[in-house]
C-alpha cells in the first residue's frame, strides 16, 4: 500500500490541490458560481474534494460508509470557519432532503466503480438535485492499467502490476493471496472487479435513468497523478477517445458533467 493511503491528512490534502486546480473550473463552465452553493459529495471519505468549494462559500455535505472516514472529516474542518457536515451513512439510507434543501452540485467521485446497484444509485440521486443542478462523476475506466485498484495492495510490488485485475477471478485471487494480501484485501479487491465501470457501460447507465451528459473529458494522464506522481496531466486523443471499448485501455480518469432530465 502507497505510504499516501496510510497518512489520510497528506491525502486529503492532495484530493484538496487536485479538486482545487481541476474540478471547480471544470464545474463552473456548466454551473454558474452562486453566492451561496449547495454541493453534496457521495463517498466523500476525509473531505478533501469538498475543501476548495467550502473555502470559497459554499454549503457542503459529505456522506461516506466509513465511520472512521467521518470522524476524520469531522476532525479536520472542525478547526476551519467553513459550512460543512459529514454523515457516516449508506448513501441509500440517507433520507431525501425538503425542496429548500437539495443541492445545486452532487460529486461522485471514485464511487460508482464501487457499487453494484448501479440503476438504484443513479435513481436515488436525482430528487437530492435541485432542477438546475448537476452531477460530477469522476471515475477510472475499468481496463486502464489500474482500474482495479490494485494500489491498494500492502505488497509493494503487487500494488505496481498494471492490468492484473483483468485476469479471470479465480487467477487474479490467487496472485493476491501468494503475495501475502489478506482476506479483506482480496475481497475489496474482487468486489471491484465485478463493479468495475466502461466508458460504454456509464453512458448506458446515463440514459437508461434520464440523465444527459454535458460534457465528457476523458484523460490519458490523471490529474491526480500531478499530485502523485508529479506527472503532468494529459488528455486522451480525441481520435482515441472515440474508438469503442479501445479507449478503456488508456484512460486512467473519465470526467462527466451530467443532468436529470
Known amino acids: ?3 499516501r493511503h496510510l497518512d489520510r491528512l497528506r491525502y486529503l490534502k492532495e484530493l484538496a490541490n487536485t479538486s482545487r486546480e481541476y474540478y471547480i473550473d471544470y464545474i463552473d463552465a456548466y454551473f454558474p458560481r452562486k453566492s451561496r ?10 473531505g478533501g474534494n469538498l475543501l476548495p468549494f467550502a473555502e470559497r462559500g459554499a454549503a457542503v455535505t459529505g456522506v461516506d460508509l466509513s465511520e472512521m472516514k467521518i470522524a476524520q472529516a469531522n476532525s ?3 478547526e476551519l470557519p467553513y459550512d460543512a457536515v ?28 464501487h457499487i453494484t446497484p ?18 460530477f462523476w469522476r471515475f477510472p475506466a475499468w481496463q486502464m492499467p489500474f482500474g482495479g485498484h490494485q494500489q491498494i ?12 485485475h483483468l485476469l479471470p477471478a479465480p487467477v487474479y ?4 493471496s501468494s503475495f501475502g494480501e489478506d482476506q479483506s484485501c482480496i475481497d475489496e479487491l474482487i468486489d471491484i472487479k465485478r463493479c468495475g465501470v466502461t466508458i460504454e457501460m456509464f453512458e448506458k447507465l446515463l440514459k437508461t435513468n ?8 476523458l484523460w490519458f494522464i490523471n490529474p491526480h497523478y500531478k499530485q502523485k506522481f508529479n506527472l503532468k496531466p494529459r488528455k486522451l486523443s480525441v481520435s482515441l477517445s472515440h474508438i469503442r471499448y479501445v479507449r478503456n485501455f488508456f484512460t486512467t480518469s473519465c470526467y462527466y458533467i451530467t443532468k436529470s432530465v
Not at 173 to 176: F, P, Q, S, T
Request: glycine share 4%; charged share 30%.
Open 173 to 176: 485471487r490467487g496472485i493476491l
Open 118 to 135: 448501479k440503476d438504484k444509485f443513479l435513481k436515488h440521486l436525482k430528487p437530492f438535485l435541485n432542477e438546475d443542478g448537476i452531477v
Open 76 to 78: 479536520f474542518y472542525r
Open 1 to 3: 500500500m502507497q505510504e
Open 210 to 217: 434520464d440523465y444527459i451528459s454535458l460534457n465528457r473529458c
Open 86 to 113: 459529514f454523515f457516516a451513512v449508506n448513501f441509500f439510507d440517507f433520507p431525501y432532503p425538503d425542496e429548500d434543501k437539495k443541492y445545486d452540485i452532487i460529486l461522485v467521485h471514485d464511487v460508482i466503480e
Open 153 to 164: 495492495c500492502r505488497n509493494k510490488f503487487c500494488s505496481r502490476l498494471p492490468f492484473i
Open 37 to 46: 452553493c449547495r454541493i453534496l459529495e457521495v463517498g466523500c471519505g476525509e
